[in-house]
């Protein structure tokens, strides 16, 4: 397993605040909490993570920070780490689960693909995990779904549901939207503006997921269907008319 360090000149918690003899100190020598994670050692894996350094949505802090930068935390309202993750297996992905590991909680990231798969050789270079106040982080890859269907990892948290509620919504949306698209002109362009949602992610805290995930998972799939018939390039009002037939018609049920 690779372990890198994170120095950070501040405390995140006041359950981690220095003692009261260390703010008598120079500058130069505070005491400095340190902040590690490492990636889990995961052969055969079809998905590559490579943390990149540290991202802040502060303006006035740098983003992709090298691991062992020192930052004051207290100046960063949001934090993450920056990854790559690089689809280094022979098959196209549709969604995967990234799951942190921490000594009090464990999260995982669901991201999910539309008809533009994940493809051998493609990398997503930002992908955020979030630091929280904890000693040592591991991330792993959980699961990993293919475009043929098949899949990787042991889903150990059982978010595989949730991919899987996204796609029904979406294919049930896109199975509506070709029904209602028989009493209107040139289909195909409507079908061909489902092509412009090309990912998108949610993250929670483990454990297994509650029923209201789910149903938010499924609504996701549903509503991608839904954004993309109101934002077309041309035909407007028909894309709009569509679309709240669609939306109509799952609020039925």
């Not at 000149?9 to 009261?20: D, H, V």
């Not at 983003?63 to 690089?86: M, Q, Y």
């Not at 992905?93 to 493809?119: C, D, M, N, P, Y």
């Not at 995930?213 to 839904?226: A, I």
Request: hydrophobic share 40%; proline share 8%.
């Amino acid at each position: 397993m690779k372990t890198v360090l994170f120095l950070f000149a501040a405390l995140i918690t006041a359950c981690l605040s220095a003692p009261a003899y260390s703010q008598n100190k120079a500058p130069d020598q505070q005491e400095v909490p340190a902040v590690t994670y490492e990636i889990a050692d995961q052969p055969g894996s079809p998905l590559k993570l490579e943390v990149l350094g540290i991202n802040s949505f502060a303006p006035s802090t740098p983003t992709n920070l090298p691991p062992n930068a020192r930052i004051n935390w207290d100046t960063v309202p949001n934090k993450t780490l920056t990854a790559k993750i690089e689809n280094v297996g022979m098959t196209p992905v549709r969604g995967f689960v990234i799951v942190v590991q921490s000594e009090k909680a464990r999260t995982a990231s669901i991201v999910v693909f539309g008809s533009r798969l994940f493809q051998p050789g493609q990398s997503q270079p930002s992908f955020p995990i979030n630091l929280v106040a904890t000693a040592h982080l591991t991330i792993s890859v959980d699961y990993v779904e293919f475009g043929d269907g098949g899949s990787w990892g042991d889903d150990t948290s059982k978010r595989s549901q949730m991919v899987t509620r996204f796609f029904e919504g979406r294919d049930l949306a896109i199975s509506r939207l070709k029904e209602i698209l028989v009493n209107y002109p040139e289909p195909e362009y409507f079908l061909k503006q489902l092509d412009a949602f090309r990912a998108s992610g949610t993250s929670d805290a483990l454990p297994a997921p509650s029923p209201f995930m789910m149903k938010r998972q499924f609504d996701g799939g549903y509503n991608t269907v839904l954004q993309a018939l109101r934002n077309p390039s041309k035909r407007v009002a028909e894309g709009q008319e569509i679309a709240r037939k669609l939306e109509l018609m799952q609020q039925a049920q």
